[in-house]
């Protein structure tokens, strides 16, 4: 597969996962910050903006500006219009790789965002934020329903898998930043879609020990960083068949398979006092995994300069 086309299906993977966590965390912390009158506007949103990479400012932050930075920001790839915006540019220089029932879903859901914006301004941003999950979910059922099972769909569930890992780890940070009071270990299940999940799992029994173990070390939930870390080895032994007679092939699968263990064989009440250092672990081994793949499966190009008129690479 040529380099080009497996970089941009690896980010069509990251962007469409990325805008689906977006939606779902700011859905859910700003129902929290309109149920609960207790709540500082101001400190929920800056706890939220500094998990989420954002640069701070000294003026009070609001509900409404969060929204628009994380969720309307056209120019911004982290926000939910701007990474759906990059999935359907990406998807556009992949049209050869993808199914035209994926190009049909991204493309119909980027001529839908300016209709969406004004559903946010007629009928409030939780309509706004369904529609872009239930876009992503779309997306999501094409691409296991119509991809055959080459190297496209690997480097696609690659990077979905990272970026799950990444947006589960923010997530749970927006916890013990917090200091355990906003959100709550129930706001945290519903952003992840897994508050029905875990009912069952656990039959009710909410406490700081069996959702933090559900998050980060269920094998069967989906969205659990283990699961996520899990999908992402699998990918990435499959894409090197043939890993020599000693250790594994890639730096990228080092990296995955180190950080898998490190969660694998640790208990839930170790992972409680210690889950500051893990998820600041876990949001490292995901950026030096992306680099790891960039270096091992994508185009290196050096900077272009342009000199009286020539280019020189």
Known sequence: MLSRIAESLYWIGRYVERAEDTARILDVHLQRILADPWTSEDQACRSLLSVMGMPMEDEPFTAARVVGLLGLDERSPSSVVGALAAARENARGARETVSSEMWECLNSTWHGLPNARRRVEQQGVHSFFRWVRERCAVMTGLTDATM??????????????????????RLLRTHERAGGSIPSWLTLLRS??????FLR???GSLDDRHAAEFLLLDRLFPRSVFAALSTAEGCLADLEPDPGRAGVATDAQRIVGRARTNLEFRGADELIDDLGPVLASLEKTCSQVNEAVSRRYFRQTTAVNWVRGAVVA
């Open 148 to 169: 055959s099972r080459d190297e496209g769909w690997l480097f696609l569930v690659l990077g979905r898998s990272v970026e799950r890992v990444d947006m589960t780890a």
């Open 192 to 197: 992840s879609g897994a508050w029905e999940t």
């Open 201 to 203: 799992t656990y039959r």
